[in-house]
Structure formats: C-alpha cells, structure tokens
T-cell receptor, first 111, second 114 residues
Framework: GQQVMQIPQYQHVQEGEDFTTYCNSS?????IQWYKQRPGGHPVFLIQ?????EVKKQKRLTFQFGEAKKNSSLHITATQTTDVGTYFC???????????FGTGTRLTVIP | DSGVTQTPKHLITATGQRVTLRCSPR?????VYWYQQSLDQGLQFLIQ???????AKGNILERFSAQQFPDLHSELNLSSLELGDSALYFC?????????????FGPGTRLTVL
C-alpha cells in the first residue's frame, strides 16, 4: 500500500541551529502539503507544493518538492523555541480524495 | 482558532461502552474528515464525508461509524470500546472533497478508555 515516510522521526537541536526533515512517498503525488502540530495542539496547515521542483519560502522555513514528485523537504534556518512541534507532510491518497499523512518528525529545540 | 469545533474535549469511559464525538466544520466547508492519533503516533485517516455522503474510507474499524448531517456537522460513533481505542480524535474540514486542498483541524477529543 501507499506509504509516506519521514526522517528523522525525532530531532533535537540547539536554538539557532538549522533543521531539515525529509518526506518520501512510495507513489507520485499530485501535490504535497505540510502541517505543524505543536505539543498538545492540533495540526495546522503550513503550505502546499504542486509543481515538480517547486521551492517555497516562509520566513525561516524553506519547502521543496522533488523533481519526481515523490519526495519533499522542510528546512528551518536558525531554529527558535517557537519551532518546537511535530511536522507532518501529507499527499493525496492514490485514487482517493483524502490526504495520506506522513509519519511525522518531532522537533525539540534546546534553549 | 481554525473555525472547526469538536465536543467534548475530553471523554473518559469504560471498556465495552459506546461514545459519540461531534464535529462542526468551518462555515462553508462541505467536507469533514476524521483522524485518530494514538500517543506519539501519526495521524491515521478514518473516514471522510462530503456534503452528507461518505467519500473515502481509511483504516476505520467495524465498531466505528460516522455520519454527516444536513447541517454538515458530523458525528463519529465508537462502540464496544477497547483499551486500545484510547487516543486523540481529530476532525478536519475543507471546502471541497479532494485531496488537493488544505484541511482545517479542530482541537480534538481526547478519549480515555479504562
């Protein structure tokens, strides 16, 4: 079946260090979305990428969609304590109308 | 605040019991999705409704059922509860019923089965 894996599963960084999470799908995706879930909170939509090779930036966050549309990455420059949370990628399930969420990467930022 | 509401926030019940979780989508959203998130786990898609009709089904147990009413609110019914059903249950909504649009999540219902 369809799988969306994220690595690493956990990441601890010192405040100010950079962070990257990688998302790999077993199937080609028409688009990919990224969500952030703060501890004790609910997932919040960050961004959607649609085009092959697309790169989008949101302040210190850079999102990339792979050329083959099977992988994506989220890079955070100079992490802050407000970046703490779990980051999920998600793509449309093959032949269906729902989103298939990745396994998530939990980021801890040490002050 | 996403505009999606879920009640109750917390639910504590015993094994074998039945509970109903309620979700009201954002104004104007026709699609409702239900997810289960166990401790430190990812989001497992359960079921999707679009404008009152079931649109997609995920790993939803036969003991679980859902429906979407004419006013577009949705209910998730969990019966014959087991300890392993303890989890956070999220509802999300979106304008359309496709997988190509952002979803807005509610605050979740934390279910504890004792």
């Amino acid at each position: 079946g369809q799988q969306v894996m994220q690595i690493p599963q956990y990441q601890h960084v010192q405040e100010g260090e950079d962070f990257t999470t990688y998302c790999n799908s077993s199937t080609t995706l028409s688009n990919i979305q990224w969500y952030k879930q703060r501890p004790g909170g609910h997932p919040v939509f960050l961004i959607q990428l649609v085009k092959s090779g697309e790169v989008k930036k949101q302040k210190r966050l850079t999102f990339q969609f792979g050329e083959a549309k099977k992988n994506s990455s989220l890079h955070i420059t100079a992490t802050q304590t407000t970046d703490v949370g779990t980051y999920f990628c998600a793509g449309p399930e093959t032949g269906a109308n729902n989103l298939f969420f990745g396994t998530g990467t939990r980021l801890t930022v040490i002050p | 605040d996403s505009g999606v509401t879920q009640t109750p926030k917390h639910l504590i019940t015993a094994t074998g019991q039945r509970v109903t979780l309620r979700c009201s989508p954002r104004s104007g959203d026709l699609s409702v999705y239900w997810y289960q998130q166990s401790l430190d786990q990812g989001l497992q898609f359960l079921i999707q409704y679009y404008n009152g009709e079931e649109r997609a089904k995920g790993n939803i147990l036969e003991r679980f059922s859902a429906q979407q009413f004419p006013d577009l609110h949705s209910e998730l019914n969990l019966s014959s509860l087991e300890l392993g059903d303890s989890a956070l249950y999220f509802c999300a909504s979106s304008v359309s019923g496709t997988g190509s649009i952002e979803q807005f999540f509610g605050p979740g219902t934390r279910l504890t089965v004792l």
